[in-house]
């Protein structure tokens, strides 16, 4: 039997994908669930419109990433921080603080999505990547400076 999945199955397939499942699963499992509708000609035209529709939907997120990205590579942000002794950093330089120098440059990204190439050991010039869209990243500049 086939059936087009309606939501998310687990070892089965994502939304919207037509799988092949035995009879008594579809009938007794999926389909009184709403999880799954039969794969007849109608149901299967309609989720090929959805498909091409979000096909479209995540080719412009990922152009408009490519166009964040190029914009973000020209950006540098600089950090000030506690140098002791030695020029050894108190603590130390994270995602957490690109992101909010970049805040007070009125760029908001997540915190979650920078990442610093590299150890930060004192100061001077650092590359931190930053996940745009899945596919995606940019890299920016991140001076480290004493305070």
């Known amino acids: 039997m086939k059936v ?8 089965l397939g994502k939304k919207g994908d037509i799988v092949e499942v ?26 090929n419109a959805k498909a091409g529709s979000k096909a479209r939907k995540e080719a412009m997120a990922a152009d408009e990433a490519k166009l964040m990205a190029k914009q973000l590579e020209k950006v540098e942000v ?50 931190a990547v930053i996940k745009v869209h899945p596919t995606v990243t940019s890299k920016i500049k991140v001076s480290v400076v004493a305070e």
């Open 4 to 11: 087009i999945l309606q939501q998310d199955v687990k070892k």
């Open 22 to 47: 035995s009879e008594g699963y579809g009938r007794n499992f999926l389909l009184p669930r709403k999880a799954a509708v039969l794969a007849t000609a109608q149901n299967l035209n309609v989720a």
């Open 78 to 127: 600089k950090i000030p921080v506690r140098i002791g002794e030695g020029g050894k950093l108190f603590g130390s330089v994270t995602g957490k603080d690109v992101s909010e120098a970049l805040k007070k440059q009125h760029i908001d990204i997540d915190k979650r999505k920078i990442t610093i190439q590299g150890e930060v050991t004192g100061t001077g010039v650092y590359e």
